[in-house]
């Protein structure tokens, strides 16, 4: 604990005060372009990870970046989103899994949640995703079954979170796209879902810095 409070003294001391006006502007007001859902892992930094300021991001973090149905579950999730959907329109949602990911290694063992009723049922929202790799890949190891099904729960997530009616109604409409990513801990790259190939795939940069590589929505 004391280096988190160590922190609080250096954000004061050192970062508050060369940010001073971006915090004044942003006292009364917020406006991000992005809602960004992502697992609550400790590893998972969203602001580190994509190098945004305090304002851009409007962020969901929860076990597994799961994101219930529409009427599945009144929570936490649901308020978030439709929030940032309706209220702030926000123009993109990003849905963020990432390799290692423990609530995935759960799915795959369920026996290993016999203790943790709660985690157990949130993660009955990812079983579609376990069935499919299942039989899409039967014969897979458990590491490659392990990112089969990380990847394939961030697409059950995305068709997930447009069955939320301002999603659905944003989505319509052209005011607000959906991406898929995967955050890979060990190198630091971003592996995002391209519908055209069907695959994901690292987000690239050529030497201006561009990306060559833009995240699509779902198909």
């Known amino acids: 604990m004391q280096n988190i409070l160590d922190g609080i003294k250096k954000f004061q001391r050192d ?48 076990v597994g970046n799961v994101v219930p149905p529409n009427g599945s579950t009144y929570g936490g999730v649901s308020a978030t989103i439709e929030y940032a959907v309706a209220a702030l329109k926000v123009k993109h949602l990003v849905i963020c899994g990432h390799s290692d ?75 607000l796209s959906i991406h898929g990513w995967v955050y890979q801990i060990e190198t630091g790259t971003v592996d995002a879902y391209n519908p055209e190939t069907r695959r994901f795939e690292a987000i690239a940069f050529d030497n201006s810095n561009a990306a060559d590589f833009t995240p699509a929505e779902v198909a």
């Open 15 to 62: 970062v508050f005060p060369r940010q001073r006006e971006l915090f004044r502007a942003l006292s009364n007001t917020q406006q991000p372009e992005v809602l960004f859902v992502t697992c609550g892992d400790s590893r998972v930094v969203p602001t580190l990870i994509t190098q945004t300021q305090p304002g851009e991001l409007f962020l969901s973090r929860q």
């Open 101 to 175: 990911c423990g609530a995935m290694k759960a799915v795959l063992h369920p026996e290993r949640l016999s203790s943790l009723p709660n985690v157990a049922h949130w993660l009955s929202h990812c079983d579609a995703a376990k069935s499919l790799v299942d039989v899409l890949y039967p014969n897979a190891g458990p590491d490659e079954k392990l990112h089969r099904l990380i990847e394939q729960n961030v697409l059950m997530q995305m068709r997930h979170v447009e069955t939320h009616p301002p999603v659905a109604a944003a989505v319509g409409t052209g005011a």
